[in-house]
């Protein structure tokens, strides 16, 4: 390993640190560039309108046939014809209520306290 004096003379040989200014890296307070925010911009408009997801519909709107809403607690999933989900809560009725009463109606993971009972859903 060269010594700290070894170097600064193969430095000073090699020309590093001369008349080269220094690079600074942007940091948190600094302003991103404008190329930065067109690509941002040009990625969404590429996009197109966002889709709705599954769970914000009303059962009306849901073009699937077979609905179906897992647990992420106990790992238990329940499906149900959009018919039949139709017949138990109505056309107008969201999905992601009538998916929690699914799960909620034969939840197994039950305390006591309201703030842990029930179960997670994961709309499919």
């Not at 090699?14 to 404008?34: E, K, M, S, Y």
């Not at 996009?47 to 009306?60: D, E, F, H, M």
């Not at 989900?85 to 939840?107: E, F, I, S, Y």
């Amino acid at each position: 390993m060269p010594t700290p004096k070894q170097m600064e003379k193969l430095a000073a040989r090699a020309g590093v640190g001369g008349n080269v200014p220094p690079v600074r890296t942007p940091g948190h307070g600094d302003a991103l560039p404008v190329e930065y925010w067109q690509a941002l911009l040009d990625a969404a408009a590429d996009r197109g309108p966002p889709v709705p997801s599954i769970r914000t519909q009303r059962l009306a709107d849901i073009q699937r046939h077979l609905l179906r809403v897992s647990c992420r607690r106990c790992a238990r999933t329940v499906e149900i014809q959009k018919a039949d989900a139709v017949r138990l809560a109505g056309p107008q009725a969201v999905w992601k209520d009538v998916g929690q009463r699914l799960l909620d109606d034969t939840c197994q993971q039950r305390t006591g306290r309201h703030e842990e009972d029930g179960c997670w859903p994961s709309f499919e």
